[in-house]
DNA sequence: TGCTCGGGCTTACGTTGTAAGCTTATGACG
DNA sequence: CGTCATAAGCTTACAACGTAAGCCCGAGCA
């Protein structure tokens, strides 16, 4: 039992989950620059200083967010292919990426690793060795994808658009620049008005082609 | 001649070179945190709200600075191997993304592209049309080659330690977690422990590495 | 000589993260 | 049951940030 007592009309009481939770809300569905200690309280129906109860500071509460971001990636299988066990987790990872877009930028620099990166660290690492990966490859193995995977995310942030606004704003201005792209960049303008305007661009599909690549030179390399 | 005239004890006069060179030397130096509009104009000798003479906003003083870090780097040239032009200036663009570890930070969601972005993209992709990959190859040519590069850029900033003390106490309290880490993360604990600390971990031929397998992989895929 | 104006400077505003201290409900214990 | 420590909220305050608005001065030209 242990209800919160009888006059439960209050709200329920904060703790670090629901603050990572909702700060983490916010930032999907507003963009980052929204996430501010004093708006995340207020969706919390709370004051700013009262989320530092639960919370050390802004940097450790965009850690706990991040780290929720890698808890949210599955984790590869150890039995079956190694192969697919890795597509599955690289795909899995460039999702949970895509949902929350602000997690790439939060990455670079911070050093904090949390438990549930750590342990998705561990479990690929374990993948590989198991898969026959001598200790050196399965470095060479781990950091490859992950360039590749963290890699591609950042592009992916970079180039295609936010929100259906900007992509239309973003259209326009192109169309504009257009003229002088075709004279300045003639291998540009060819590839992108020849070939990607003709049959688009898709990023899952790109993703799962060079990762496909990477997965199929490493292993020529297995057992050596 | 057109000296500066002859009263020319005055300071140099600003313009947005020497505000963008400045810019990029703090962050460098002090650290990106360190680059802010007050103390980049203490800097030059001058109050804040001069440096908006010369550039329109932060924003614009940032994708500044991204456009600079971008004409560092070698284009590839369009004689010989198109495997060794793109080689030198994959590892081109990581030697530059190391010397300005805050820029590969900038270019999560920041979508104007500056000149020097776009001719380095147009000569990319020019070497590769000319190396004989179809339009569909090059796009994925180019696609993979750069998450991997900027990947593993965004890898080594994130887990090599900006400075000497750093490194110290990074390496201090990664002993203390030791146990817990041989306990909860057997694997990272054997790759680190029982290869890492033996044979090092180089970041530039770690790099070289993946790039080569890449190359090789995308050299198999030329015109068809 | 006087006007224009580019490029400095000063002041001021709103927003941010957060330190310091106050208040109040909760739950343990005499 | 009363008391009192503690956790978790609130209020106030401050320094630093980006930048809008407007002033001012000196050089170049009429």
Redesign the pocket.
Same mark, same amino acid.
């Given at each position: 039992m242990t209800r919160p =007592?009888r +006059?439960s009309r209050k709200r329920a009481? $904060?703790n670090r989950e629901r603050v990572l939770d909702a700060a983490i809300a916010l930032a999907d569905q507003g963009g980052f620059e929204l $996430? =501010? %200690? !004093? !708006?995340l309280?207020n969706e919390l129906g709370?004051?700013? %200083?009262?989320l530092?109860?639960?919370v050390a500071? +802004?940097?450790d509460l965009l850690d706990g967010m991040v780290d929720l971001v890698f808890a949210e990636i599955e984790p590869p299988s150890t039995d079956g292919d190694w192969k697919t066990a890795m597509q599955k987790r690289a795909i899995s990872t460039r999702e949970a990426l895509g949902r929350h877009r602000w997690a790439i930028g939060l990455m670079e620099g911070r050093t904090n690793h949390g438990p549930a990166n750590m342990s998705l660290h561990n479990a690929v690492l374990g993948c590989l060795r198991g898969a026959g990966f001598s200790m050196e490859m399965t470095v060479h193995a781990y950091s490859m994808q992950d360039a590749y995977i963290y890699g591609f995310a950042l592009q992916e942030v970079d180039m295609s658009p936010e929100s259906a606004e900007d992509f239309a704003a973003e259209a326009q201005r192109q169309m504009c620049e257009y003229q002088a792209l075709l004279a300045d960049y003639p291998h540009a303008a060819e590839v992108v008005g020849g070939h990607i305007a003709k049959v688009g661009y898709d990023y899952a599909t790109e993703f799962v082609f060079g990762l496909d690549l990477i997965l199929e030179g490493l292993d020529k390399l297995r057992d050596n």
């Amino acid at each position: 039992m242990t209800r919160p =007592t009888r +006059k439960s009309r209050k709200r329920a009481p $904060l703790n670090r989950e629901r603050v990572l939770d909702a700060a983490i809300a916010l930032a999907d569905q507003g963009g980052f620059e929204l $996430l =501010t %200690m !004093r !708006r995340l309280a207020n969706e919390l129906g709370v004051e700013a %200083m009262s989320l530092y109860n639960h919370v050390a500071s +802004k940097d450790d509460l965009l850690d706990g967010m991040v780290d929720l971001v890698f808890a949210e990636i599955e984790p590869p299988s150890t039995d079956g292919d190694w192969k697919t066990a890795m597509q599955k987790r690289a795909i899995s990872t460039r999702e949970a990426l895509g949902r929350h877009r602000w997690a790439i930028g939060l990455m670079e620099g911070r050093t904090n690793h949390g438990p549930a990166n750590m342990s998705l660290h561990n479990a690929v690492l374990g993948c590989l060795r198991g898969a026959g990966f001598s200790m050196e490859m399965t470095v060479h193995a781990y950091s490859m994808q992950d360039a590749y995977i963290y890699g591609f995310a950042l592009q992916e942030v970079d180039m295609s658009p936010e929100s259906a606004e900007d992509f239309a704003a973003e259209a326009q201005r192109q169309m504009c620049e257009y003229q002088a792209l075709l004279a300045d960049y003639p291998h540009a303008a060819e590839v992108v008005g020849g070939h990607i305007a003709k049959v688009g661009y898709d990023y899952a599909t790109e993703f799962v082609f060079g990762l496909d690549l990477i997965l199929e030179g490493l292993d020529k390399l297995r057992d050596n």
